[in-house]
């Protein structure tokens, strides 16, 4: 009935770079389809949590008299009977940091973050978008929510993902190749601790670690850009080769060294 994936009942464990995909509850009072916390107080870093379901609430991470801190995690289609597709919280106060919070468009929206009975949760530097309601019940700083959600350094423009070599969740940005920057580039809050050691991990298509002011929402680990050489040759109508000076047209891109993503 509880944690399809993880269930932390009055246990506090570490759960960090794991992947929480494609589980679900059973029964009509499940709850946490991905995660459930209750009378805990875990650290949940660096994962993946998707494509989980709750027959009630929770579709990604339940909390019931729990705080756990969430932090860099990327929780996406997740769903729930009942709202609270990515988090609900009853009587718990989590904090939620560097976090997307995302449903893809043909899927269920069904909520982002939901709080109820006492819950307090400070949400920080997060990226909601897709959900529905992005947020119930609680606020966020520094966000990056498709609602008109207020709070002190919160954005309102769409993201702008691109697909990297961790994920799908990297911001576009000109320095990394793409066309366009995301406004999710330096917005978060300027003031985020150090401890939590933003500058080791990054956003960018390229693995150039993040620097200066932070990005808001999930980041990945800033691994070298991995580099292949590509060789084309230009032939004729008999499918010999010619040489590409003397051939009518061009080739784009040509024979060279280029980068993935």
Not at 133 to 162: Q, W
Request: contains cysteine; aromatic residues 10%.
């Amino acid at each position: 009935y509880y944690g399809g994936g993880i269930d932390c009942y009055d246990g506090s464990p570490t759960i960090k770079s794991c992947t929480i995909t494609g589980n679900r509850t059973s029964g009509s009072s499940g709850i946490g389809g991905g995660i459930n916390c209750e009378q805990a107080f875990p650290v949940i870093a660096n994962c993946l949590i998707s494509n989980n379901f709750a027959d009630s609430v929770g579709g990604g991470i339940a909390c019931h008299y729990a705080s756990p801190n969430i932090f860099n995690c990327v929780i996406v289609n997740n769903s729930a009977i009942y709202q609270s597709g990515g988090i609900d919280l009853e009587y718990s106060s989590p904090a939620i940091t560097n976090c997307t919070i995302v449903v893809d468009p043909q899927l269920s929206k069904d909520g982002g973050i939901f709080a109820f009975h006492d819950s307090f949760p400070v949400i920080t530097n997060c990226i909601l978008w897709g959900n529905g309601d992005d947020l119930y019940n609680c606020s966020a700083t520094y966000s990056c929510i498709e609602d008109k959600d207020r709070g002190i350094g919160n954005i309102h423009s769409k993201p702008v993902f691109v697909k990297g070599p961790l994920g799908d969740y990297y911001l576009s940005q000109t320095a990394a190749g793409q066309f366009i920057d995301s406004t999710c580039v330096d917005l978060g809050n300027p003031n985020t601790h150090p401890s939590l050691q933003m500058h080791t991990y990054t956003t960018r298509t390229d693995g150039v670690p993040d620097a200066g002011i932070i990005d808001i929402g999930a980041h990945y680990l800033a691994l070298p850009a991995k580099l292949f050489q590509l060789n084309v040759t230009v032939v004729n109508a008999s499918g010999v080769a010619v040489d590409p000076n003397l051939a009518k047209g061009r080739v784009i891109p040509d024979s060279g060294v280029y980068r993935q993503y």
